[in-house]
């Protein structure tokens, strides 16, 4: 399962934050603490984080309600932003057109750099698991998208594709019996409920 941080000032101002380490602002502590008793609901057997404040807070409330530690991993961080970091969105598209029109910051990390990354993090965490275990990871929204697209095998050209996560919703990952990746719910913000359809890649046939 994986969950973005809660809300931030500079979510709401619009800011990229890249690696920025910007804490949860009061809104986000109880966008946090809502959405940890809802996760706790699955009994999940494992945690890791991104270090960054506004993902640790946001683990540590799923921590308390759990009781299960929280691992960190660097290599959850949210994508390095360059020059971008601190600006707004407006700010970025006036000062930046043509690094914007590619998404590309300056001095920042290229999405398949992040992808790698996070996926490679992924990978890690998900070996340590058990084969019932059930692993929440807590990180950012840029960074869990890539890294989702990476671990579902999705070629670069249709990243984009993959939605983005709101503040403190997840997206739920089953394994598959050829070992690779299914997406279950993408930018959830409720609880997982089963599939009924006549579509023969359910999970539940």
């Avoid at 020059?83 to 300056?106: D, F, N, V």
């Avoid at 692993?135 to 869990?144: D, E, M, N, Y």
């Avoid at 019996?177 to 719910?185: F, H, Q, V, Y």
Wanted: hydrophobic content about 40%.
């Amino acid at each position: 399962m994986l969950w973005r941080h809660g809300q931030t000032t500079w979510n709401v101002e619009r800011r990229f934050q890249g690696k920025t380490d910007i804490p949860l602002d009061e809104t986000g502590v109880g966008q946090a603490e809502r959405a940890a008793r809802l996760l706790a609901g699955l009994k999940p057997t494992a945690i890791t984080a991104s270090p960054l404040q506004r993902a640790a807070k946001t683990a540590a409330a799923l921590a308390a309600v759990t009781g299960l530690p929280v691992s960190y991993d660097q290599d959850l961080v949210e994508r390095d932003g360059g020059k971008w970091e601190g600006l707004t969105s407006t700010e970025i598209r006036e000062q930046y057109p043509a690094e914007h029109a590619i998404w590309q910051p300056p001095g920042g990390e290229t999405s398949e750099q992040v992808a790698e990354r996070v996926g490679a993090a992924l990978k890690r965490a998900i070996d340590r698991l058990p084969r019932d275990g059930l692993l929440v990871v807590a990180s950012h929204g840029a960074a869990l998208r890539l890294g989702m697209a990476h671990l579902l095998g999705f070629p670069e050209q249709i990243w984009e594709r993959l939605g983005g996560l709101s503040n403190c919703c997840w997206s739920v990952l089953a394994e598959m019996r050829d070992g690779g990746w299914r997406l279950i719910e993408h930018n959830a913000g409720t609880l997982p409920e089963p599939v009924l359809s006549d579509d023969r890649s359910d999970n539940g046939t």
